[in-house]
Antibody, heavy 123, light 110 residues
Framework: QVQLVESGGGVVQPGRSLRLSCAASGFIFSNYAMHWVRQAPGKGLEWVAVIWKDGSHAYHADSVKGRFTISRDNSKNTVWLQMNSLRAEDTAVYYC????????????????WGQGTLVTVSS | QSALTQPASVSGSPGQSITISCTGT?????????VSWYQQHPGKAPKVMVYDVSNRPSGVSNRFSGSKSGNTASLTISGLQAEDEADYYCCSHTSSNTGVFGGGTKLTVL
């Protein structure tokens, strides 16, 4: 069965960096675009970033552009989110999600989600 | 990348039907048939209920249905049940190859 397991969350000071990982299993990882979605405490879902199945294209939300970078290694079945210059407003549960269909590109629809990893930015 | 507009809350009695709207622009909801809906119970990860405007994943009750007209998509839940009480989010693909969510709607089953 499809499994997505996030890790790397924790408490970090403003301005510092953190890298989140998402280990995938149960499907052919290299066939699917992968996303990161976050949810601040008590707030709604916010799309963060997507990387296409072959890593050829990556897109980020305006709120994180220039600070966060999504990447993947298809040989390791893993997608990462490198988060730099963290701010208090980046505090959230970060979910990894798999695109619905295999193929090129992304339609921003999510068939499977991990359980999330909490990132707290605080001094 | 402004969030899609959803009502903050809706409510209904068991057995009734409710509809949640999701309004965007020509650059997202109106421009693509890539609107999806997610149900989220407290402390849980979201679950897809409808994708591509009106398609239902296997295993999702046929009480859930989706539609779209212009820049507004809708999720209808018929025959409300207690377990439907949750937060619901719409999401659309955008012309920038990004995703955008609605602000979320809290469904209360009275």
């Amino acid at each position: 069965q499809v499994q997505l397991v996030e890790s790397g969350g924790g408490v970090v000071q403003p301005g510092r960096s953190l890298r989140l990982s998402c280990a995938a299993s149960g499907f052919i990882f290299s066939n699917y675009a992968m996303h990161w979605v976050r949810q601040a405490p008590g707030k709604g879902l916010e799309w963060v970033a997507v990387i296409w199945k072959d890593g050829s294209h990556a897109y980020h939300a305006d709120s994180v552009k220039g600070r966060f970078t999504i990447s993947r290694d298809n040989s390791k079945n893993t997608v990462w989110l490198q988060m730099n210059s963290l701010r208090a407003e980046d505090t959230a549960v970060y979910y990894c999600a798999r695109e619905y269909y295999d193929g090129s590109g992304s339609a921003s629809k999510f068939a499977y989600w991990g359980q999330g990893t909490l990132v707290t930015v605080s001094s | 990348q402004s969030a899609l507009t959803q009502p903050a809350s809706v409510s209904g009695s068991p057995g009734q039907s409710i509809t949640i709207s999701c309004t965007g622009t020509n650059s997202d909801v109106g421009g693509y048939n890539y609107v999806s809906w997610y149900q989220q119970h407290p402390g849980k990860a979201p679950k897809v209920m409808v994708y591509d405007v009106s398609n239902r994943p296997s295993g999702v009750s046929n009480r859930f249905s989706g539609s779209k007209s212009g820049n507004t998509a809708s999720l209808t839940i018929s025959g409300l049940q207690a377990e439907d009480e949750a937060d619901y989010y719409c999401c659309s693909h955008t012309s920038s190859n990004t995703g955008v969510f609605g602000g979320g709607t809290k469904l209360t089953v009275l």
